[in-house]
């Protein structure tokens, strides 16, 4: 049944947005954006800022209206941004690796939840509001994106965790959804048509490069030349131990938001520019700090360091990519790169990329015509991608983006009848059936690590199972390999009478034994990996998504993790 509106959000580290498309106007603008936010009534804003503000531990402001507070500085506990990349348990480890750091997972998990919570009251206040009531009242489906860092499905799994706690899927016509990567809603809506299919060519794994980097890492020098006035002159901190790192933030997030957008432009090209620093107490020179007159100098040189420690790390992310795609696919050139996001729209980025890329004749041999283009309205791009495929999906019933590059390898357990090359160390054993010698917990890959799957054609394979005349088809099954999770399978329309029968005489006299023969079905999205199990036409599997926690950097071949099959036990592996 299709819904009646479709609404994309894409959960950004510094902001969020939220565009729509409804299905049965024939509306030009295919996706429009909630523009209006609480704290901005008088302006229109396409994105919120992600953050939230609690006082004693109960949340008390969201988005803007967290700027209309008294006490906006953000080393207070009681403000939280720029938590997105720390639902990943490894990434928050790394930035606070030590157990006392004050910030634990579950913490992450609620900021997320509460956060996700306001924006959809937001949402179904504007819709039932607006033109749209009778549309938020019928179906919905809500899309949301995630990043290319976030490796794991157990992370995305968590993520879906907390959009239902929010309340996304309060009414029984609403539905959730993980629709695209960052990437992979920037490339469809930068090359929007009508009737556009992409396929992906190689693996789309990021790294926590960005803007609000550069804000964390200006804010750090600011900080440290803070405490160089300090040790000269105590008395400027006001006995308050946290002011350089109070006014370091508040500095990073003022006057150099327009000097980060401008820098690499005409108007952003100067040698030196000065900062007011806040409630400063002094106008002594500080030569070491780089302060005078109650103001801070930085130079573009400082700018350049800012920006290039990004840039490194863009440039390992295209220089994998283009060594991936010449291993695999050494006939492809790369036409165009799209920049895309806040980051991907600043022009010193972009000449940088063309100066290493184009200018300077790159090692890589497969970007001869590259031309590097920066996406329309970049900061909005992932949020208008989601969209626009939902759109492209309804208007001609086709995915926008064809296949994908499976990340991993993806596997069934079964057994296999032992041959002495082939399984040479392995555990066998004797089948009770036919007596013959197999090897057990072989695992038949569905799909290699880099083959292109598609979602319109799920991958299948068929697997046999011997059963005894007295088996009970409802309660039997497996109880190798560790259960990881549970995929539930109804038997109960299966009859005896309808498997093979090996040694049949005749209403199952002289039957040895019976086969079933089992069809197991995997298509592998961006976040689910959604398995079906059939047999004699019918299909045993319930409808439902399964979000499997698998293990990074496995070979393939070796086991991880497994998916019992209750009923039809069959467990799933990747690596």
Not at 243 to 266: L, N
Not at 421 to 443: C, P, R, T, W
């Amino acid at each position: 049944m299709t819904a009646d509106l479709k609404i994309g959000v894409d959960l950004g580290m510094t902001y969020t947005g939220v565009a729509f498309f409804v299905p049965d106007k024939t509306d030009p603008e295919r996706a429009k954006l909630i523009q209006k936010w609480p704290g901005k009534e008088d302006k229109t804003e396409n994105k919120v800022p992600t953050s939230l503000i609690y006082h004693d531990d109960k949340l008390q402001s969201w988005g803007f209206l967290c700027d209309s507070l008294d006490q906006p500085d953000h080393l207070d506990p009681k403000r939280q941004q720029y938590f997105k990349l720390w639902l990943d348990r490894s990434h928050l480890q790394k930035v606070f690796p030590e157990p006392d750091a004050g910030i634990s997972h579950e913490d992450v998990k609620r900021w997320f939840t509460d956060f996700l919570k306001k924006l959809y009251r937001h949402i179904k206040e504007t819709f039932l509001n607006g033109p749209y009531a009778d549309q938020w009242k019928g179906g919905v489906d809500f899309v949301f994106s995630v990043p290319t860092t976030w490796k794991s499905r157990n992370v995305v799994s968590t993520f879906k965790e907390c959009i239902q706690k929010a309340g996304f899927k309060n009414r029984k016509n609403h539905n959730v959804s993980i629709g695209l990567t960052e990437a992979e809603a920037a490339a469809i809506h930068t090359l929007r048509s009508k009737a556009l299919n992409i396929k992906q060519c190689g693996p789309d794994f990021g790294k926590p490069v960005g803007s609000v980097n550069i804000d964390k890492a200006f804010a750090a020098l600011v900080q440290e030349r803070l405490h160089k006035a300090e040790s000269t002159m105590p008395s400027i901190a006001d006995d308050d131990p946290e002011w350089a790192e109070k006014t370091a933030w508040q500095m990073s997030q003022d006057r150099f938001q327009y000097h980060k957008c401008a820098f690499g432009t005409a108007e952003g090209t100067h040698e030196k520019f000065r900062m007011k620093i806040p409630d400063f107490s002094t106008s002594r020179k500080f030569p070491e700090a780089c302060i005078e007159s109650k103001h801070m100098t930085f130079t573009r040189q400082d700018m350049c360091k800012l920006f290039d420690e990004q840039l490194k790390g863009i440039y390992s992310i295209l220089d994998n990519q283009l060594d991936y795609l010449k291993k695999e696919r050494s006939s492809k050139q790369v036409d165009y790169l799209v920049l895309s996001g806040g980051l991907g729209s600043s022009i010193y980025v972009k000449n940088k990329l063309t100066e290493r890329y184009i200018t300077n004749k790159s090692r890589h041999s497969n970007i001869k015509h590259l031309q590097i283009y920066t996406a329309d309205d970049p900061q909005i791009a992932v949020v208008q991608g989601l969209v626009l495929n939902e759109a492209q999906q309804h208007e001609t019933g086709n995915a926008t983006l064809k296949s994908r590059i499976s990340p991993a390898s993806y596997g069934v357990l079964c057994k296999e009848p032992y041959n002495e090359e082939k399984h040479l160390n392995m555990e066998l054993e004797k089948d009770e059936h036919d007596g013959k010698l197999y090897a057990i917990d072989v695992i038949h890959w569905f799909v290699r690590k880099g083959d292109a799957v598609s979602g319109d054609n799920p991958i299948s394979y068929v697997f046999k199972r011997k059963l005894s005349r007295t088996t009970n088809l409802r309660r039997d099954h497996w109880t190798k390999a560790n259960q990881f999770c549970i995929i539930k399978s109804d038997t109960s329309d299966l009859q005896l009478k309808d498997f093979e029968k090996v040694g049949y005489l005749g209403n199952l006299v002289g039957t040895k034994f019976l086969v079933a023969h089992y069809k197991v079905k995997v298509n592998i999205e961006v976040a689910d990996i959604l398995f079906e199990v059939w047999c004699n036409g019918i299909k045993l599997s319930e409808d439902q998504r399964i979000q499997v926690q698998w293990k990074e950097g496995a070979e393939a071949g070796r086991p991880l993790e497994a998916i019992r099959n209750e009923g039809r036990a069959r467990d799933i592996y990747d690596g």
